[in-house]
């Protein structure tokens, strides 16, 4: 039987262009990497981020430094077991920080096992409908411009983040809808920034426009005002999906149906592990489960393993634009001329990364310490 050897931890922070949405300042994406390697000469590689206004945010990064010892030892291929080895804390551990581990664990297992992941996750197809989804733009101009741009890249649907401001954002989707409407499928998110009011107004209109959702208008924890907005749109609501991290909390929440879908980010809650059991709970309850997908392409890379073993997924969320996101991975996903995205060749997650790439914008890194350590 093999046995975990080694936990290591690479915070790498690129020089890229900064994108930001919700009127926020520039944001600056820490990239933790968790390599697990086993005594069989396997390495399976897991990732998360974290976001910071203006430098790099490095509490997640941290939090794993602890979790590597509840698992050196042990037997990588019972992820299930692992995946409960790390929540042993009696208080709540960074689920950004169990995911990275967990993600690790998965790819391990799908290589050593030789198959894509999603294929060892059951394998519901082999591609899924892709969103560009955009950052926030400087003026209704330059969203007419991306729009264009998107629809010659292949994209059939297009996820917008705009100012969250409402009178504001109503007036650039209008005037988009407007231009590219028949042609293109579009979302709303608001970033949980809207007020209650802003929400009706902006909800009705994309209901007469025709938008696939309305995501976000309030934190996901507001459902006072989420029961109430659903009295006044039929508009499909959709969640923030980073609000809520718990499994329990979250069918709490869902069972209740404030939204009309599960959202969540494998990378940030809880790894492929729990996000199988949130595609279970949308499937039981008759939801979509959506994900978040928002970020460096390793962030990318467990997404759509998770999408492609899911029944219930409706479209996979790609960041525009690309270059923002790509940093460090040779075969990037990216949408075909046929709106869709595929997982990479190869076995685990499929991503080849260029080590070389990461070590240059490596700003820490860390061996996780064993039991015997301590």
């Given at each position: 039987?093999?046995?975990?050897?080694?936990?290591?931890?690479?915070?790498?922070?690129?020089?890229?262009?900064?994108?930001?949405?919700?009127?926020?300042?520039?944001?600056?994406?820490?990239?933790?990497?968790?390599?697990?390697?086993?005594?069989?000469?396997?390495?399976?590689?897991?990732?998360?981020?974290?976001?910071?206004?203006?430098?790099?945010?490095?509490?997640?990064?941290?939090?794993?430094?602890?979790?590597?010892?509840?698992?050196?030892?042990?037997?990588?291929?019972?992820?299930?077991?692992?995946?409960?080895?790390?929540?042993?804390?009696?208080?709540?551990?960074?689920?950004?920080?169990?995911?990275?581990?967990?993600?690790?664990?998965?790819?391990?297992?799908?290589?050593?096992?030789?198959?894509?992941?999603?294929?060892?996750?059951?394998?519901?197809?082999?591609?899924?409908?892709?969103?560009?989804?955009?950052?926030?733009?400087?003026?209704?101009?330059?969203?007419?411009?991306?729009?264009?741009?998107?629809?010659?890249?292949?994209?059939?649907?297009?996820?917008?983040?705009?100012?969250?401001?409402?009178?504001?954002?109503?007036?650039?989707?209008?005037?988009?809808?407007?231009?590219?409407?028949?042609?293109?499928?579009?979302?709303?998110?608001?970033?949980?920034?809207?007020?209650?009011?802003?929400?009706?107004?902006?909800?009705?209109?994309?209901?007469?426009?025709?938008?696939?959702?309305?995501?976000?208008?309030?934190r996901d924890y507001d459902l006072a005002s989420y029961f109430r907005l659903r009295e006044r749109i039929k508009i499909?609501?959709?969640?923030?999906?980073?609000?809520?991290?718990?499994?329990?909390?979250?069918?709490?929440?869902?069972?209740?149906?404030?939204?009309?879908?599960?959202?969540?980010?494998?990378?940030?809650?809880?790894?492929?592990?729990?996000?199988?059991?949130?595609?279970?709970?949308?499937?039981?309850?008759?939801?979509?489960?959506?994900?978040?997908?928002?970020?460096?392409?390793?962030?990318?890379?467990?997404?759509?393993?998770?999408?492609?073993?899911?029944?219930?997924?409706?479209?996979?969320?790609?960041?525009?634009?690309?270059?923002?996101?790509?940093?460090?991975?040779?075969?990037?996903?990216?949408?075909?001329?046929?709106?869709?995205?595929?997982?990479?060749?190869?076995?685990?997650?499929?991503?080849?990364?260029?080590?070389?790439?990461?070590?240059?914008?490596?700003?820490?890194?860390?061996?996780?310490?064993?039991?015997?350590?301590?």
């Amino acid at each position: 039987m093999a046995t975990i050897e080694r936990v290591h931890v690479i915070g790498v922070g690129p020089d890229i262009p900064r994108t930001t949405w919700a009127s926020m300042p520039p944001q600056f994406m820490l990239m933790t990497i968790v390599q697990v390697f086993d005594s069989d000469g396997g390495v399976g590689v897991g990732c998360t981020q974290s976001y910071g206004s203006g430098e790099y945010d490095f509490a997640t990064f941290e939090s794993i430094r602890t979790l590597g010892q509840y698992i050196i030892g042990k037997d990588p291929s019972n992820i299930e077991a692992r995946w409960r080895d790390l929540h042993t804390y009696i208080t709540p551990t960074a689920p950004g920080a169990i995911a990275a581990v967990d993600i690790a664990l998965w790819d391990l297992a799908a290589k050593k096992a030789r198959l894509p992941l999603y294929k060892m996750l059951g394998g519901s197809r082999d591609s899924i409908p892709a969103y560009a989804s955009t950052a926030e733009l400087e003026t209704t101009a330059d969203y007419l411009d991306h729009v264009e741009e998107m629809i010659a890249d292949g994209f059939t649907a297009i996820k917008f983040h705009a100012w969250n401001v409402p009178e504001k954002d109503l007036e650039m989707l209008t005037t988009v809808h407007k231009k590219f409407g028949d042609t293109v499928t579009f979302m709303h998110d608001a970033e949980n920034r809207y007020d209650f009011n802003g929400a009706v107004k902006v909800g009705r209109a994309l209901e007469e426009m025709g938008f696939r959702w309305f995501e976000a208008p309030f934190r996901d924890y507001d459902l006072a005002s989420y029961f109430r907005l659903r009295e006044r749109i039929k508009i499909p609501i959709v969640p923030h999906g980073l609000w809520l991290m718990d499994l329990q909390e979250i069918y709490h929440h869902v069972s209740r149906f404030p939204w009309d879908a599960v959202r969540f980010d494998a990378s940030m809650s809880g790894g492929i592990t729990q996000a199988r059991k949130m595609v279970a709970i949308a499937e039981a309850l008759g939801l979509p489960a959506e994900q978040q997908s928002w970020g460096y392409s390793l962030i990318q890379g467990a997404a759509i393993h998770v999408g492609l073993a899911s029944p219930v997924s409706s479209y996979f969320e790609l960041p525009i634009p690309y270059d923002a996101y790509e940093y460090g991975i040779v075969n990037p996903i990216r949408c075909d001329e046929n709106g869709e995205v595929r997982a990479p060749d190869g076995h685990g997650i499929g991503l080849e990364i260029d080590w070389d790439a990461m070590k240059r914008a490596t700003l820490a890194e860390y061996d996780c310490k064993s039991v015997d350590d301590l």
